[in-house]
Every structure is written in C-alpha cells, then in structure tokens.
C-alpha cells in the first residue's frame, strides 16, 4: 500500500480505535491516556500538511475551506453532543480527534485501485466517518429487536433492551428500562446502582434480602465506601463492588443520639437514604435524581426478571465506520444515491 507519508502515519488509528472499542464493549470506560499520542500526531500531520499546501504550486483553498470545516463544524458538533448527554466522554474525545487527524481524505494506493472507492463531494474526511458511523449505529436496534422477536419477547422495550435476570443486574450495563409504574425511557443507570451499593457496602443479593431493614435511612453506614465510578471491574482490575463489611452503623443506626425530632422526621422521609448518597458522594451519579434512584432500588428488589438498555458502546459503531471510510469512502451518501435521494 502506497500514500503519503502522513496518510499513512494516520492508520495508527486503526489499532487504536479497535482496542477503544473493546474496552467500550467490556467495560464502557476508556482511560484519557488512550487519545494523548493520537491527539500529537494529530496536531503534528495537521501543521505539516497546512505548511506543505500553503507553500505548495496551488492556493490550497479546497483543502483550507475542509479543514474549517473538520474543525469548525464536527469538533463543535461532538462536543456539543457530550454536553447534552448524547455522547458518553470517550465518545466525544474520539470524535473531535477524527476531526483533527482526519479533515480531509486520504489517498491508499493498491496495485488495482485507490482507497477510499468511493469518496464524497465535499471532501470533509471526519464528516464521512460520523455518517458511516451513524449508518452503523442503525444496526444495533435492528439487531436488538430481530434477536427479541426471534426469541419470543415481547415489550416496548423490545427495540433497545433486552430483559436480565435481576441477580444479574451488578454485571450488566446500561439502563433500567422499568419503573414502578411500569416502561420508561428513564429509569436508573446501573453504573449509579453499583455506586450506591458499594457506598453501602452490601451487594444486590443482601439489598433483596431485606429490603425493609434497608429502605429505612437509618440503616446507612456512619462511615460510607468510597463509591468508585460504577465499573464492573476498574482499570487495577479490582472488581468494583470490592468493599469492606457494612455492619458500621452509627450508635443508634445511623443517626445521631443528639439529632432533634425535626431530624428524625426528615432522615426517615429520605427512603433508602437516596438523597445522603447523592449528597455525599463527589459530583454526581451519572445524572441519577433520588426519584430515579429510588424508582430502580424498588424495581431491584420486588421484581425476578427486569428489561435494561445496554446501550450502544458508541465506539464499536465508530470503529466500524473509520473501517468503512478508509475503504468504501462515505456509505450514507452512496445510500443516498442508491435510492434516489442524493
């Protein structure tokens, strides 16, 4: 394969990309330090091709006017997406990279043809990634609701989640997809619930158990663990629900001999002590408000069988769509043509 020097310094992307994918897969968290030599080279081949065009026979317009583009357009629309919550952080970082190494298209010589097949118009490198990478994305509901379908589930849900075993809610993750009140788009993210029940120090099963006992707020460790993120296991590859034993009460269950009647009132009405792990912990629980957490610990522990949203781990259809794009080109915009609309 034959291209210039920094097309081809731009493939160490494809690793990359590939192993943040699978840790996207396996445990939804990809370490800053991934994107940091990506993000060099990404600078260094941005500044060396710009001084070669400017000093180059042409006037490099077109490929000034991509660059504006790449950078001005999808590094914005990628971080604008992560601060609505539509992109996780990884997501965000991976996108406004593409749009720093990859404004324009690069040229793959083979022996029979030139990759990218089948470039788009515009030329925006980093634009055709995000297409390809929504065109990916399409798949998974689809995929989700086939496997549903063929196995006899059926269930609003049945297009974005799949139903778990509630013993196997703390090795999932994703999203309730229940309420007490029954379907919701809402419900309680299962990172915030592996939070709560190693801030807790009790596991799933002991929460179920006796679910009485730990509804009522005084119950809470006097002296809480230390959250963690909600990994299932961290990068140390401790498992995250590693936890010390939680029988340390206070000397009256949690709430203090000197606390007024007024006190008392307020602990009880606070309903598994939902608004003290919020308030205790270091920023915030993926979003989770005390309703939601309260709405999923109900559901977790009235109910056998309970439908989750795993998600997309937005990496892998990115990762597909980088693929696609340094070999097909753009796919969306040959769909287009296809049925008649570009």
Same mark, same amino acid.
């Given at each position: 394969?034959?291209?210039? =020097?920094?097309?081809?310094?731009?493939?160490?992307?494809?690793?990359?990309?590939?192993?943040?994918?699978?840790?996207?897969?396996?445990?939804?968290?990809?370490?800053?330090?991934?994107?940091?030599?990506?993000?060099?080279?990404?600078?260094?081949?941005?500044?060396?091709?710009?001084?070669?065009?400017?000093?180059?026979?042409?006037?490099?317009?077109?490929?000034?006017?991509?660059?504006?583009?790449?950078?001005?357009?999808?590094?914005?629309?990628?971080?604008? +997406?992560?601060? =609505?919550?539509?992109?996780?952080?990884?997501?965000?970082?991976?996108?406004?990279?593409?749009?720093?190494?990859?404004?324009?298209?690069?040229?793959?010589?083979? %022996?029979?043809?030139?990759?990218?097949?089948?470039?788009?118009?515009?030329?925006?490198?980093?634009?055709?990634?995000?297409?390809?990478?929504?065109?990916?994305?399409? +798949?998974?509901?689809?995929?989700?609701?086939?496997?549903?379908?063929?196995?006899?589930?059926?269930?609003?849900?049945?297009?974005?989640?799949?139903?778990?075993?509630?013993?196997?809610?703390?090795?999932?993750?994703?999203?309730?997809?229940?309420?007490?009140?029954? +379907?919701?788009?809402?419900?309680?993210?299962?990172?915030?619930?592996?939070?709560?029940?190693?801030?807790?120090?009790?596991?799933?099963?002991?929460?179920?158990?006796?679910?009485?006992?730990?509804?009522?707020?005084?119950?809470?460790?006097?002296?809480?663990?230390?959250?963690?993120?909600?990994?299932?296991?961290?990068?140390?590859?401790?498992?995250?629900?590693?936890?010390?034993?939680?029988?340390?009460?206070?000397?009256?269950?949690?709430?203090?001999?000197?606390?007024?009647?007024?006190?008392?009132?307020?602990?009880?009405?606070?309903?598994?002590?939902?608004?003290?792990?919020?308030?205790?912990?270091?920023?915030?629980?993926?979003?989770?408000?005390?309703?939601?957490?309260?709405?999923?610990?109900?559901?977790?522990?009235?109910?056998?069988?309970?439908?989750?949203?795993?998600?997309?781990?937005?990496?892998? %259809?990115?990762?597909?769509?980088?693929?696609?794009?340094?070999?097909?080109?753009?796919?969306?915009?040959?769909?287009?043509?296809?049925?008649?609309?570009?």
């Amino acid at each position: 394969m034959l291209g210039s =020097i920094p097309d081809l310094l731009r493939l160490l992307a494809v690793p990359v990309f590939g192993w943040a994918a699978y840790r996207d897969v396996k445990t939804r968290r990809v370490p800053n330090r991934t994107w940091v030599p990506l993000a060099a080279l990404a600078v260094v081949l941005l500044v060396w091709e710009t001084y070669t065009v400017l000093t180059g026979p042409t006037s490099g317009q077109a490929y000034l006017i991509r660059v504006a583009i790449s950078l001005g357009f999808v590094a914005p629309l990628a971080y604008g +997406f992560w601060l =609505i919550g539509g992109f996780g952080g990884a997501d965000a970082k991976a996108f406004m990279l593409t749009a720093v190494l990859f404004p324009v298209y690069p040229v793959y010589y083979l %022996p029979t043809a030139a990759l990218p097949l089948e470039p788009s118009t515009l030329g925006v490198f980093s634009l055709t990634i995000l297409s390809n990478t929504v065109v990916a994305g399409i +798949f998974y509901p689809l995929g989700v609701a086939a496997t549903n379908l063929a196995q006899g589930r059926f269930s609003p849900a049945m297009f974005i989640g799949k139903p778990v075993a509630i013993e196997r809610l703390p090795e999932e993750y994703g999203r309730l997809l229940e309420s007490p009140r029954g +379907f919701t788009r809402s419900g309680l993210d299962l990172d915030a619930l592996r939070m709560y029940l190693q801030w807790r120090g009790i596991t799933l099963a002991q929460l179920r158990a006796d679910s009485t006992r730990y509804r009522h707020p005084e119950s809470l460790p006097s002296d809480p663990n230390e959250p963690g993120d909600g990994a299932i296991v961290t990068d140390g590859g401790e498992p995250s629900d590693a936890r010390r034993p939680s029988s340390e009460l206070g000397s009256d269950g949690g709430v203090s001999a000197g606390a007024t009647t007024d006190d008392t009132v307020a602990a009880v009405a606070d309903e598994w002590g939902a608004e003290r792990f919020l308030d205790d912990i270091e920023g915030s629980a993926y979003g989770t408000s005390p309703e939601q957490l309260r709405d999923g610990l109900e559901v977790a522990v009235s109910e056998r069988e309970v439908w989750i949203s795993p998600g997309i781990p937005f990496l892998v %259809p990115m990762f597909a769509g980088l693929l696609a794009a340094l070999t097909y080109g753009d796919v969306l915009f040959s769909l287009l043509v296809l049925v008649g609309l570009a």
